[in-house]
């Protein structure tokens, strides 16, 4: 297997002024469409259709989106524009609630502006150009950081594993290689067998569209099968690892994600296996205490009505449609971040974590990491 | 709310020579079609493509199955044709080989052909008369079996249940008015403002075309979820008890249904909600020592990577599709039976069951039943 690039959810084109280029998913696997978006409208609503999506590619979009705020903004003058920014900014940050990395993008390019605002007179670049610069920093280190989530977690798997994951938290849910996936190209990389068992994800289907075809695509063997075959696939002793990214993670280490993600992590308890979570620092928000003060974002019930666009369910009948679930941190046998895994995370290990400090010792993060999930 | 009548599944039409009507499952809710079969073969494609599914309802279409094939066989001579009866049934009875009752009903037949030969001449009606009176006697002993699964289910529920369902086990996957529905119909026949939350059941969305059409018909409020919100919305509290029906139960309790039951008989037993099975007691297969005993159909991966009819997984992606998966019987609060309500049922409390005695004492069923669940 010679396995191609990794594909690219988002890119920047030219300088300021500059446009937006986000792949489509919406219409993946059948037709690769980049959008190009160069207002902050257009984007919000690209992002609530899920057009792009995944927590950490949230937060590149946000913080590119809160550029083209600025770049519609550089012929005001100086004393007004700052506000007008965080106007647009609050917006934009606002397209969904659940993922805490798209507002965290965004205040990201607004922390920048208002320390410009404070300084004397515009960079020599500009004011736009100096914000770019500042967006493409954040989205160069998600992808350092999705490379060292990647190689944490691989450090914890066997030589020949099996992976399950649900929904996508892969290169197309970053500005990098992933997060959960990251982990299985890091294996793969480091020349273990790695295979993956993909729930389809529904009601958008983005284990059976996107992840699919993204590790199809790497040359990394995976089979599809519904959601609620996971008890079943558990049960039958072919999953060495359940491995999925995040939306937000609280100070106590709840964990929200992709609707359906908490029964896998029931299941794999159940029956012994170890339940990953895969994020960066970035995902977890200390201002939530717990998994109960995470908002889960409601989604049209025409998603659970549909399938692949076409309508099955009678006329008239109600649906329930959370997008995200809370997986309590018990259930959790790791996080893996960038900044080292953490086992068994509570409130304390997830303080430490954020502190830079390993949680229960002195050792460097490094040191704690194992080297087999056994 | 005037509930119409219940669907039916499958009737005989005329007396011999006749025609079984098959309501085509597949074709639901969009359209109401009968298919009309007077052969084996057209039956059984018909139920292995899902047309007639339900392990009742199989049961009823093996034994009108068995007489369509002696119908056929009325001018044969009496000394061939119960061996070709036994070909045509043995044909019939391996279309699909999870649920117990297809055969079961197949063979209730057999054993009337099997008697009537031994007898010396034909009886007044005609040997394949005659059978067919056994079918419709079968058929109506379904029906009497439905209702009293119902009444025993309901007395354990609460007087405002709301109940979580799987896949489609009603009157379309019956010859009567279902069995885990059947508990929903006889809970609202005894005045209980009953509702209903009904996995969409991937991949063939029973839940969402069978069991949404069939609550919407008979009045009972329905809301829709995907399978992997279930886990979502046990934590939510929203759920007083699941109830799902059976295709097959071993002699020690384990239970093979649908494809995600066993996920929701974990997820219950985590939150405390009672996990209720209902099936008539021909579902119970003393030959089969456990659930690693029972046959699990692996149907066509197509299933996994369509959804109403499009596809939208990529092109040489491979799916994995059990059409069941077992529940241990650890995890069954009871098993409701026409026969009365078995609490954690067991090896020694299903022999008793099926000897006609209450388990764990003399008295008699009904006294068993609790009336609230708690």
């Given at each position: 297997v010679n396995p191609g690039p990794l594909p690219s959810a988002l890119e920047w084109e030219g300088g300021i002024p500059g446009t937006l280029l986000l792949l489509d998913q919406t219409l993946l696997p059948d037709e690769e469409r980049r959008l190009r978006i160069d207002r902050v409208a257009p984007l919000i609503e690209a992002i609530q259709r899920l057009a792009v999506r995944g927590a950490p590619a949230l937060g590149c979009a946000g913080a590119y989106g809160a550029v083209l705020a600025a770049q519609s903004l550089q012929g005001e003058p100086a004393s007004s524009r700052l506000a007008r920014l965080e106007e647009s900014a609050a917006r934009l940050a606002a397209a969904r609630p659940t993922a805490v990395n798209l507002a965290r993008g965004v205040e990201r390019i607004l922390v920048r502006a208002r320390a410009l605002s404070a300084a004397a007179g515009d960079p020599p670049g500009g004011w736009a150009r100096e914000l770019l610069d500042?967006?493409?920093?954040?989205?160069?280190?998600?992808?350092?950081?999705?490379?060292?989530?990647?190689?944490?977690?691989?450090?914890?798997?066997?030589?020949?594993?099996?992976?399950?994951?649900?929904?996508?938290?892969?290169?197309?849910?970053?500005?990098?290689?992933?997060?959960?996936?990251?982990?299985?190209?890091?294996?793969?990389?480091?020349?273990?067998?790695v295979s993956v068992f993909a729930n389809e994800t529904r009601p958008l289907l983005q284990g059976a569209r996107l992840t699919a075809w993204e590790l199809q695509r790497a040359g990394i063997p995976v089979t599809l099968e519904v959601d609620a075959a996971a008890g079943a696939l558990l049960a039958s002793g072919r999953v060495d690892a359940v491995v999925v990214g995040a939306d937000r993670i609280a100070a106590n280490g709840d964990v929200a994600n992709k609707i359906g993600t908490y029964p896998l992590a029931v299941l794999a308890r159940e029956h012994g296996v170890p339940f990953y979570v895969a994020a960066p620092l970035t995902t977890i928000d200390a201002t939530c205490p717990d998994g109960g003060a995470i908002p889960v974002e409601q989604r049209p019930p025409e998603e659970v009505l549909e399938a692949a666009g076409r309508r099955f369910a009678p006329p008239g009948v109600p649906a329930w449609n959370p997008a995200f679930d809370v997986t309590p941190a018990r259930l959790v046998t790791a996080l893996i971040t960038e900044a080292g895994v953490v086992r068994a995370p509570d409130r304390a290990a997830i303080a430490a974590l954020l502190a830079g400090r390993p949680a229960g010792g002195p050792a460097p993060l490094a040191r704690q990491t194992p080297t087999s999930s056994g």
């Amino acid at each position: 297997v010679n396995p191609g690039p990794l594909p690219s959810a988002l890119e920047w084109e030219g300088g300021i002024p500059g446009t937006l280029l986000l792949l489509d998913q919406t219409l993946l696997p059948d037709e690769e469409r980049r959008l190009r978006i160069d207002r902050v409208a257009p984007l919000i609503e690209a992002i609530q259709r899920l057009a792009v999506r995944g927590a950490p590619a949230l937060g590149c979009a946000g913080a590119y989106g809160a550029v083209l705020a600025a770049q519609s903004l550089q012929g005001e003058p100086a004393s007004s524009r700052l506000a007008r920014l965080e106007e647009s900014a609050a917006r934009l940050a606002a397209a969904r609630p659940t993922a805490v990395n798209l507002a965290r993008g965004v205040e990201r390019i607004l922390v920048r502006a208002r320390a410009l605002s404070a300084a004397a007179g515009d960079p020599p670049g500009g004011w736009a150009r100096e914000l770019l610069d500042e967006a493409r920093a954040f989205h160069r280190e998600d992808e350092v950081t999705c490379r060292a989530i990647g190689r944490n977690g691989a450090a914890l798997l066997s030589e020949r594993p099996a992976i399950l994951t649900h929904c996508n938290a892969g290169a197309l849910a970053t500005g990098g290689a992933g997060t959960a996936l990251a982990v299985v190209y890091a294996a793969r990389d480091s020349g273990r067998q790695v295979s993956v068992f993909a729930n389809e994800t529904r009601p958008l289907l983005q284990g059976a569209r996107l992840t699919a075809w993204e590790l199809q695509r790497a040359g990394i063997p995976v089979t599809l099968e519904v959601d609620a075959a996971a008890g079943a696939l558990l049960a039958s002793g072919r999953v060495d690892a359940v491995v999925v990214g995040a939306d937000r993670i609280a100070a106590n280490g709840d964990v929200a994600n992709k609707i359906g993600t908490y029964p896998l992590a029931v299941l794999a308890r159940e029956h012994g296996v170890p339940f990953y979570v895969a994020a960066p620092l970035t995902t977890i928000d200390a201002t939530c205490p717990d998994g109960g003060a995470i908002p889960v974002e409601q989604r049209p019930p025409e998603e659970v009505l549909e399938a692949a666009g076409r309508r099955f369910a009678p006329p008239g009948v109600p649906a329930w449609n959370p997008a995200f679930d809370v997986t309590p941190a018990r259930l959790v046998t790791a996080l893996i971040t960038e900044a080292g895994v953490v086992r068994a995370p509570d409130r304390a290990a997830i303080a430490a974590l954020l502190a830079g400090r390993p949680a229960g010792g002195p050792a460097p993060l490094a040191r704690q990491t194992p080297t087999s999930s056994g």
